[in-house]
């Protein structure tokens, strides 16, 4: 299965203004959520797509906007999980008539695949958005509308989603899988009469839109030249919001069903130190970047000092970017190399790390040899996210066991100390902690029952599925 936890946006003038900037900086303000490629649509033409980040094809800025000047668009930055890190992969993508971007993932696309005429299914060749949106102009064609395609499009499609479409007949279309399992906005901005959807706040903030609210999960939202209207093509009484938005994922800055994730991340923390409170630390750190405001709320309910013992090199050439998001495991390697310890912070001190998750042990195992070279007398780590035990079919990229460092093959059942105390051998901790469920819903101030933990629990229900587990190579097609 292919999974894309992306950035989307689409944006519509009323007024008739070209959106094709707001486009761009919205892209640029979710390059968080994806490093490898971006792309922009507007109706009537090919998309435009390129590799790398947004801000790399600066100079291209000026004639994109008037090339694909539109008061009608959508765009998309990419985070692949599965599937080549490749042109033909990246979004949005155009069939017929209606262009399409898409963050989430598509857990039945072989079987979706063979749904749709001439359409074969392999991680090489094809995407699972691209079959999703064969299937859905298909079902357009039998049905008329777009929310009666979505209404029996969910009931055939196993996985989440948010789209963000664009038709031909100049309207931007947004919707929001019914269980809610990633982020989708509403805003608008009033010069210019304009209404924007996008994957988070942070987006709308930087186009100087302001914040209306969440989409609904199971809502089809159309902008068009009569406004803004609004259709439910399902009713799901329990969503399943992704718990790692809310420790990783994220911008600190964006407002995520009713929390801002800067002061969520600040109360985990602080449910953290109630957790583990390790009396005889010296200093707490945080792992940057997206760690920084638990590690602040965990040493302010300690009552121990906060600093900052590790940085970023921001100059070299993968240094600004984020680890877990790259496709490739060498790359990764690249990214953590460059956090490099503070000397007079750490030497001689009990330090508490601080960090946002621990899924194949890569940054962790880097960092901690970094701070035992730095000097640090004795290190404890503690982590604002669950144990992460089972692949993620819902868009992040964790799609097979046996990459994970919690994975014990696949023998005996062992009990989380015993899983805790070889990823803590592993990566050379002194100590290790992990959140549980409950603690992190309650510090966002969520019911627990309402976010996704099934890459900590096993419990695939939200999904509706039973996975047949495979390797990366499998998934991914390498």
């Not at 001190?349 to 601080?354: D, E, L």
């Amino acid at each position: 299965m292919v999974k894309e936890n992306c950035g989307v946006v689409g944006i519509f003038s009323l007024d008739g203004a070209n959106v094709i900037p707001m486009i761009i900086d919205s892209l640029r303000a979710l390059q968080h959520r994806g490093q490898e490629a971006w792309g922009v649509a507007v109706p009537k033409k090919n998309p435009y797509k390129q590799m790398g980040l947004v801000s790399s094809a600066v100079s291209e800025f000026d004639k994109i906007t008037r090339e694909y000047a539109s008061p009608a668009a959508i765009g998309h930055v990419r985070y692949s999980t599965i599937g080549k890190s490749n042109l033909e992969n990246a979004q949005p993508l155009k069939v017929k008539d209606l262009c399409i971007a898409h963050n989430g993932t598509i857990s039945n696309v072989e079987e979706l695949a063979g749904m749709v005429g001439g359409c074969t299914f392999t991680p090489q060749n094809v995407s699972d958005t691209l079959v999703a949106a064969k299937r859905l102009v298909s079902l357009m064609s039998q049905n008329g509308k777009l929310g009666s395609a979505l209404s029996i499009l969910k009931t055939e499609m196993v996985g989440s989603f948010c789209f963000t479409f664009v038709s031909d007949d100049n309207a931007v279309y947004a919707a929001r899988d019914p269980r809610g399992f990633r982020p989708m906005v509403i805003g608008y901005r009033k010069d210019n009469n304009s209404y924007i959807v996008a994957s988070e706040s942070v987006a709308l903030a930087a186009v100087g839109a302001q914040l209306v609210r969440d989409v609904k999960p199971g809502e089809l939202v159309k902008i068009s030249d009569a406004g803004l209207e609004s259709e439910m093509f399902s009713e799901e009484k329990v969503p399943a919001h992704c718990s790692f938005e809310f420790t990783y994922f994220a911008h600190p800055s964006s407002v995520m069903e009713g929390s801002n994730v800067y002061m969520a991340r600040k109360r985990i923390g602080q449910f953290l130190a109630k957790k583990f409170p390790i009396k005889d630390a010296d200093i707490v750190i945080p792992v940057p970047d997206s760690a920084r405001p638990a590690a602040l709320g965990y040493a302010q309910e300690l009552g121990v000092l906060f600093e900052e013992g590790l940085l970023k090199d921001r100059y070299s050439r993968k240094g600004p970017l984020r680890s877990f998001i790259e496709p490739h495991q060498a790359d990764r390697v690249e990214i953590n190399r460059w956090i490099i310890p503070i000397t007079q912070v750490i030497d001689g001190k009990h330090v508490v790390v601080v960090d946002d998750s621990l899924v194949r042990g890569t940054s962790s195992k880097a960092i901690i040899k970094a701070l035992r070279r730095a000097g640090a007398r004795k290190i404890s780590m503690v982590i604002t996210f669950p144990p992460i035990r089972f692949p993620c079919y819902a868009g992040i990229d964790f799609p097979s066991q046996d990459e994970l460092v919690t994975f014990m093959g696949n023998g005996a059942e062992h009990t989380d100390e015993e899983v805790i105390e070889r990823v803590r051998q592993i990566i050379g901790a002194d100590f290790l902690g992990y959140n549980d469920a409950k603690n992190l819903a309650q510090a966002v101030g969520m019911d627990v029952n309402s976010m996704c933990f099934t890459c900590s629990s096993g419990d695939y229900s939200t999904l509706g599925i039973k996975p047949t587990f495979k390797t990366r190579a499998e998934i991914k097609g390498e």
